[in-house]
């Protein structure tokens, strides 16, 4: 996951994420729609919803958007019904591959994930056949210049948060999925400024790859990634920096 994260951070300082900007605005509507069909329209009593709502402000997505898909999760405007699917298999060098996704038509999504894993030198395998690799957890990002790491690591312990990861530019704060509403909530009504706030798929184990891995499995989770089905991948990676960088200037 470590591999992952790198790679992302990454992309989005070459100016992809504002280039796929359309893409990303989908997948967050996509999110708010379910989020409100599940748990209603309410933000206060839907967690699951304010989260989704807090990143689509976070990514700039017009007020009215976010109204919109509100109201179409709630069925007060018509709308396509998504489900949530989640698939799992192995790619290129053994890497393990978690991929969660909404769609309106599961025999497509299906027959496009076992594609792109099979190009890819891998394979689409049964439910639960790597699910057991990962734990289930929030994760908070917050930047180092916002923050010294001792006071940090105070407000953290306060806020229910299990552990801190340096990643070079952020802190990473980890938790269980279930206080993860309430410790992100905590960390901003204490003054600081969170650059995400996601749950997340952390790896038990990761598979190092050398050069040649590393781009075989880069492109199999672009692939994966630009896929308007995909919401969330989450592989078992783990990259050099000096590799992810000289790839990332490819």
């Known amino acids: 996951m470590s591999g992952h994260n790198k790679w992302s951070t990454i992309k989005h300082k070459k100016g992809k994420a504002d280039a796929a900007r359309g893409k990303v605005f989908t997948k967050i509507i996509k999110e708010i729609t379910v989020a409100a069909r599940l748990g209603g329209g309410d933000l206060a009593s839907n967690p699951r919803l304010r989260m989704a709502v807090d990143k689509a402000k976070a990514s700039n997505m017009p007020k009215d958007n976010i109204e919109r898909a509100v109201q179409k999760g709630t069925g007060e405007l ?8 989640t698939y799992e298999g192995y790619g290129p060098e053994g890497v393990a591959v978690f991929i969660e996704a ?17 190009k890819a030198g891998g394979n689409l395998g049964e439910n639960g056949s790597v699910a057991w690799m990962f734990d289930k957890k929030g994760m908070i990002v917050v930047p180092k210049e916002a923050v010294s790491e001792e006071k940090l690591t105070e407000m953290a312990i306060e806020a229910g948060v299990d552990d801190i990861q340096d990643a070079g530019e952020n802190f990473e704060l980890y938790c269980d999925p279930s206080a993860f509403i309430e410790a992100a909530r905590a960390l901003e009504e204490a003054g600081l400024q969170l650059q ?6 952390i790896p038990k184990n990761t598979v190092s790859l050398d050069e040649n891995g590393a781009k075989k499995v880069l ?6 990634e630009d896929n308007d089905d995909v919401q969330n991948v989450y592989a078992n990676f783990d990259i050099d920096d000096a590799i992810m960088e000289k790839l ?3």
């Open 248 to 250: 990332a200037g490819e």
């Open 196 to 201: 995400d706030s996601t749950l997340t798929m």
């Open 219 to 224: 492109k199999m989770m672009d692939m994966l």
């Open 78 to 85: 018509p709308g396509v019904v998504y489900e949530e699917v």
């Open 102 to 118: 909404m769609t309106d038509n599961k025999n497509r999504t299906v027959a496009e994930m076992r594609y792109i894993l099979s």
